[in-house]
């Protein structure tokens, strides 16, 4: 499979513990996006990456939310102190400059 | 915030019928397009329109784009049971950050 994949799919998680998704694009993309959406919305833009660069931070990522991209690959979403608040799809997607965005299937957390 | 607004927020049509969704946005864009999104999955890109055209075709579907009203609308010609989703609309602004609407969600019914 060549699309955008995610991992893990679900993550349940107690209050006030520390997740992490990891997000692979398609390998000749250069753009990297997090979206988060919840129940009944559409996806909220989070943050992009231009290769290994983060580039825009929406202030919807609070000091919680960290985001890499090491190398330009692969993009982990870490949650620090997660509260109920942050149940939530988590949403990634990767394009070339100028394209169309190829989403991944979602990391759903559920925060108990 | 979310920049596009969907109309209708549900839609439900018999298997054969057309089904037209409506887009207004509020800033001026580069472009706008259209995603699918089949439940609890990713979405999918359908269809991507300019701010210099005025309609677009792609198999069953046709996009229509009216800069003056800031608004757009998706039309799904003979629809089938697989066309259950939600779609979205996401307006392109700054040429990384779609915004998307809450989306409409369509049933197909046989």
């Known amino acids: 499979d060549t699309g955008v994949s995610q991992d893990p799919r679900h993550k349940i998680t107690k209050r006030g513990q520390n997740v992490t998704f990891r997000c692979d694009p398609i390998s000749e993309h250069n753009r990297l996006y997090w979206y988060r959406q919840t129940l009944g919305q559409g996806p909220e833009f989070l943050t992009y990456f231009q290769n290994e660069a983060q580039l825009e931070k929406s202030r919807l990522l609070s000091d919680r939310f960290s985001a890499e991209r090491p190398k330009g690959s692969f993009s982990t979403l870490e949650i620090q102190r997660t509260e109920q608040g942050d149940s939530a799809m988590y949403l990634c997607?990767?394009?070339?400059?100028?394209?169309?965005?190829?989403f991944g299937p979602g990391t759903r957390l559920t925060v108990l | 915030s979310q920049q596009g607004e969907e109309d209708p927020q549900a839609l439900s049509i018999q298997e054969g019928e057309n089904a037209t969704m409506n887009c207004s946005y509020k800033?001026?864009?580069?472009?706008l397009q259209w995603y699918r999104q089949n439940s609890g999955r990713g979405l999918v890109h359908l269809i991507l329109?300019?701010?210099?055209?005025r309609e677009k075709h792609s198999g069953r579907l046709r996009v229509t784009l009216d800069t003056s009203k800031k608004s757009s609308s998706l039309l799904i010609t003979a629809s089938r049971a697989a066309d259950t989703a939600s779609y979205f609309c996401?307006?392109?602004?700054?040429?990384?950050?779609?915004?998307f609407g809450a989306g409409t969600t369509v049933t197909v019914r046989a």
């Open positions: 800033t001026s864009i580069n472009n």
């Open positions: 997607a990767s394009s070339l400059e100028g394209g169309w965005r190829f």
């Open positions: 996401a307006t392109d602004a700054n040429d990384y950050k779609l915004s």
């Open positions: 329109i300019r701010s210099n055209e």
